[in-house]
């Protein structure tokens, strides 16, 4: 008799577009609305997941990604709650909030080689603790589930950094999502 391994299905999806995404303004933490395009990113992603069977669904407490959430969810038939996890909130982006890449070393403050120190602003590693606990935690609590999480840029690039080791390049960017990405990973 084999021995079976109880694993989750993760999806990955980041909120959909808005008004500071255009702007290429940093948002962070700021609880910013979707804009028109946002909502109809996240009615395809509807549309896209329809038939999945989600027995959990996740969000920060942020507008963007319960807003997304709500859309998708519209079109899934899921019948639970959606719970808000602050672990999975937007990297405080402190002194560089509503900065767009060229008002401040954008690349250099998602390079977690560059070991910046910043008067406000959350580190990558302090976001990769937050989520790294969060998913943890999952690993741990849920078998057999298939869960939904809807977060933002930074934050679901330590999500990457957790199933797929930290960038080789050390810059986080390059796991970054677009609006209304969808990424699916085994825990």
Known sequence: ???EVAMNKLILVRHGQTAWNV????QGQSDIELNAVGEEQAKELGIKL???KFDLVYTSPLKRTKRTAEIILQYNGFGGCVT?????IERDFGEFEGLTDGEFDFGAFY?????QKFERAESAFEVEDRVFEFLDELKLNQHNKIILIVGHGAANCAVCAYFWGR???GKYIDYMQDNAGILE???
């Not at 702007?23 to 940093?26: E, F, N, Q, Y």
């Not at 808000?84 to 999975?88: F, L, N, S, W």
């Open 1 to 3: 008799m084999g021995c």
């Open 23 to 26: 702007l290429g303004k940093k």
């Open 50 to 52: 329809q038939n999945a």
């Open 84 to 88: 808000e996890d602050v672990r999975i």
């Open 111 to 115: 390079d977690i080689n560059a070991l």
């Open 167 to 169: 960038p080789k390049s």
């Open 185 to 187: 990973f085994e825990l």
